[in-house]
């Protein structure tokens, strides 16, 4: 279990996924896009989101204080700012 944080729109939002073998940033990518059309983030749901909106997102990752997995998922600059 992990937690993938998405930061988009000015928004940000936690949501666990199942991983099962490590992902590349480009899957992380997939994911939230899939997550974010779907409903599945809290407060996030753009159903007619395009497949590339996270083309140039960063990716960060770091472990938790008892070890669990966080991704970050967020624009280059700070909250999402246009």
């Not at 939230?32 to 909106?53: I, K, N």
């Amino acid at each position: 279990m992990a937690t993938l944080n998405i930061t988009y729109d000015g928004m940000s939002s936690d949501v666990p996924v199942e991983l099962d073998h490590p992902v590349t940033d480009d899957d992380v990518r997939r994911i939230a896009t899939e997550l974010v059309r779907s409903g599945g983030v809290p407060g996030m749901h753009r159903a007619r989101l395009q497949a590339d909106a996270f083309r140039y997102f960063v990716v960060d990752r770091f472990r938790g204080p008892r070890g669990e997995e966080r991704i970050y998922l967020r624009p280059k600059v700070p909250f999402g700012a246009r």
